[in-house]
């Protein structure tokens, strides 16, 4: 942390944790301290929140792949989709220099998670996101991003 701080070709710090993690402490003291020395260094930290997961009973390609003509009906409940150890939010209010990057609505809609949208598959397996799926977020990603920077 401190050989990062001290570097001078570094403009920010974009940052992500899986919300599924277990910690011996407070989680979220944790990383507001860790984001509060980066800060004290100069490099403003943005901090993406972890995305929602498929049940886990199966892939979510797999279930398209049995449901080619009604991909919907492998689309999950947004309501216990997040993983409960997500300390994003929290993290952010200790340390609030910090910009939270929130992508939820791009994953659940109305209460509701598909698994594609349009022709494209989110996940590439019981909870990592397709690399095309990421790749059509890039735009919002950048305008959110930028938002972020104008904000601090």
Same mark, same amino acid.
């Given at each position: 942390m401190d050989d990062l701080a001290k570097r001078k070709d570094i403009d920010a710090v974009i940052t992500s944790n899986w919300g599924g993690s277990t910690f011996v402490s407070d989680p979220a003291q944790g990383? =507001?301290?860790?984001? #509060? !020395?980066?800060?004290? =260094? #100069?490099?403003?930290?943005? =901090?993406? %929140?972890? +995305?929602?997961r498929p049940p886990q009973d199966s892939y979510a390609r797999d279930c398209v792949e049995q449901n080619i003509n009604n991909p919907e009906a492998c689309s999950?409940? @947004? !309501? &216990?989709?997040? @993983?409960? #150890?997500?300390?994003? !939010?929290?993290?952010?209010?200790? @340390?609030?220099? %910090?910009? *939270?990057?929130?992508?939820?609505?791009?994953?659940? *809609?109305? &209460? +509701?998670?598909? %698994?594609? %949208? &349009?022709n494209v598959l989110i996940y590439r397996d019981k909870h990592h996101i397709s690399d095309t799926y990421m790749s059509t977020l890039v735009p919002v990603f950048g305008q959110r991003l930028q938002q972020a920077i104008d904000s601090k």
């Open positions: 990383l =507001a301290a860790a984001w #509060g !020395k980066l800060e004290d =260094a #100069g490099l403003p930290v943005y =901090a993406i %929140v972890d +995305t929602p999950f409940p @947004e !309501k &216990g989709a997040y @993983e409960k #150890g997500d300390a994003t !939010k929290a993290a952010a209010k200790l @340390e609030p220099r %910090v910009k *939270v990057l929130d992508f939820s609505d791009q994953f659940c *809609v109305a &209460g +509701t998670c598909p %698994v594609v %949208v &349009g």
